[in-house]
């Protein structure tokens, strides 16, 4: 199988699978439970440009050293630096985002001990989210005299108003579980701690064996549809589909005829 590993990310292992078009993206700091400072910010960029210009790579799963926390956020331990004009000030999350990049190509997230934070940033921004049956999710930036102002409006297009206020409030004193992660529609699947990664990296392959114009398209044009009224929405879907249907279409008919087996119920 060939695998090409990049060393030079330190704190971001980057392992991209030509064999089955994945991409596989380990945060690396479990002695700091895997929170980001900003030199980690700027490499996770990196990370996203690279495998946005491979296009032998055609789905992503992000995922977490450790067994303690998926992420605990922004590095507290460490200053994270802005410029000294506050104009050209940017959030960590400009530079953790896949869309942020413009990278469209489908994002699987496994998420396993803890999540919290700027965590949230990774989970807002993914396309299918994961969990294992020991995770937890919240937000802790009240308890510390924070405010929450920039990961919950992504957390509100997953879950909603009514959840995404109450982890914001609650802060440290409440933890949404794997299973009230399920039910809010969080995650959208919990497996065994042992099942985490091979999970994740089976849906990716199953996305990355599509025709890409049509999974980037696809992706693209829900994740910008948010920021649009319906009707103008709409009206830019189908310019997306005319744009793209082709490309897909000849991309499948270059493509091996696949073994058809049955769908997996969910």
Not at 195 to 200: C, G, I, M, T, Y
Request: negative net charge.
């Amino acid at each position: 199988m060939p695998v090409t590993s990049s060393p030079t990310f330190e704190t971001i292992l980057l392992d991209l699978d030509h064999d089955v078009r994945v991409a596989t993206i380990t945060l690396n700091r479990p002695e700091a439970l895997n929170s980001f400072n900003r030199a980690m910010c700027e490499k996770m960029r990196t990370v996203w440009q690279t495998v946005k210009a491979d296009e032998d790579i055609n789905a992503v799963v992000l995922r977490a050293a450790g067994e303690r926390a998926f992420s605990a956020g922004l590095d507290v331990k460490s200053r994270y630096g802005q410029p000294n004009i506050v104009w050209n000030h940017e959030d960590p999350g400009e530079l953790l985002s896949p869309k942020w990049q413009k990278m469209w190509k489908p994002v699987v997230c496994a998420v396993q001990g803890m999540c919290t934070a700027g965590a949230l940033y990774f989970v807002n921004e993914a396309d299918i989210v994961i969990c294992s049956q020991g995770a937890t999710f919240f937000d802790s930036h009240v308890s510390a005299g924070l405010v929450s102002a920039l990961e919950p409006v992504g957390l509100m297009r997953r879950v909603g108003l009514g959840d995404t206020l109450r982890m914001a409030l609650m802060g440290n004193d409440e933890r949404v579980g794997a299973q009230t992660a399920l039910r809010i529609g969080l995650v959208t699947e919990v497996v065994a701690e042992d099942e985490l990664w091979s999970r994740a990296h089976e849906i990716a392959a199953t996305i990355a064996a599509k025709p890409p114009t049509a999974t980037q398209g696809t992706v693209k044009a829900i994740w910008e549809s948010l920021d649009k009224p319906y009707r103008a929405a709409m009206d830019q879907g189908l310019i997306y589909t005319r744009l793209g249907n082709p490309l897909a279409t000849a991309e499948l008919a270059q493509q091996e005829p696949a073994v058809k087996k049955a769908p997996r119920i969910r």
